[in-house]
């Protein structure tokens, strides 16, 4: 039986505050069906129309109105930050949810969706490799020594935090890098460096040099409804209630190609587990992150999560990692 966690993507359009609240009330209702982890999408300036650009703020925060349910990061780009200021901001959060803060840090998502958080941060897109390799060495240093210099000590003490940071990438020298330094994974075959490519590859790439438990979230979408007209009707909702988030959709052909580009599986949910079984492309994985592609505020995305963890991940058995 698959323990599920829940990544969620906040989007701009309504009010920030309304939108805040009502992920929260997610965050709440996700730790009432038992989920492991919920993951927030963390962007800036609206790429690709997110609402997140601060996550520590906002994890603090959810961290207030619940007890269990782990807080991931999803990601912090490490270019536009500093390390010791992040270890910082870090280590107060961790504190504040009582140790369930999960760092998840990556380097923006390329093909021109990070292009303007760049611009906006005066960082040329072409040292994003360089700098991320830099300052994600820097905070696995400073997170597992507990100092900043020999004589400056991070402060709150960071615990076992080191021990909690994932590195979301499509780059293959980085999975590797990631599977070296004993960090978690979060896959994605679509990134600047790695157009098209296999996350089955990444994985590979990470167990082959990982040399303790391995940790990988594989992110799963899913549109679990009645039927597959219904869940088109739910897509159709969404489209109306957010149509800046879609490409011009104008049929029930373009609709269902949007999902089969996508990867998002849909329809009852028996359906979804046939079709999540019987996929080849499925990798190791510890984490299975759903993905629910709604607005927060659509009506039936309680409704949705409910059939997640009560229809869906009961019938799933997690993939082993060695």
């Known amino acids: ?5 829940l990544f969620v993507q906040l989007r701009s359009g309504p009010p920030a505050a309304e939108v805040y609240r009502r992920t929260i009330e997610i965050s709440v209702r996700a730790e009432q069906l038992g989920y492991h982890t919920i993951w927030f999408a963390t962007r800036h300036f609206e790429a690709h129309h997110a609402a997140l650009p601060s996550v520590f703020p906002f994890v603090a925060a959810a961290a207030q109105h619940t007890t269990r349910i782990r807080l991931g990061t999803g990601v912090v780009a490490l ?8 270890a910082e901001d870090a280590a107060v959060t961790d504190a504040l949810s009582g140790g369930r803060l999960e760092l998840g840090v990556g380097k923006g998502l390329g093909f021109g969706h990070s292009a303007t958080s760049y611009a906006g941060f005066g960082v040329p897109d072409t040292d ?11 905070l696995q240093r400073i997170l597992a020594d507990g100092r900043v210099t020999d004589d400056i000590a991070l402060y709150p003490p960071p615990g076992t935090l080191r021990s909690r940071i994932w590195q979301s990438t499509g780059n293959i020298v980085t999975a590797r890098r990631a599977g070296a330094a004993g960090d978690g994974l979060l896959p994605h ?3 600047q460096a790695r157009a098209g490519g296999s996350v089955g590859e990444l994985v590979d790439a990470y167990l082959a040099e990982c040399r303790t438990t391995p940790r990988i979230g594989s992110s799963v979408a899913v549109l679990p409804a009645d039927s597959e007209g219904d869940a088109l009707a739910l897509l159709d909702t969404d489209i109306r209630s957010s149509p800046a988030f879609y490409p011009e959709l104008h049929g029930e052909s373009d609709r ?7 990867r998002i599986r849909f329809g009852t949910a028996g359906q979804i587990v046939d079709r999540l079984r019987a996929d080849p492309d499925r990798v190791a994985a510890s984490d299975v992150l759903f993905y629910i592609p709604l607005a927060v505020d659509h009506p039936r995305y309680l409704d949705c999560l409910h ?16």
Not at 1 to 5: A, G, I, L
């Open 1 to 5: 039986m698959t323990t599920p966690s």
């Open 79 to 86: 270019p536009f930050e500093h390390p010791v200021r992040l």
């Open 189 to 191: 075959g679509n990134s």
């Open 307 to 322: 059939r997640v963890s009560a229809e869906i991940a009961p019938h799933l058995t997690a993939l082993p990692t060695s």
């Open 256 to 262: 269902r190609r949007f999902l089969a580009d996508n």
């Open 128 to 138: 994003r490799e360089s700098l991320y390799a830099d300052r994600v060495a820097a």
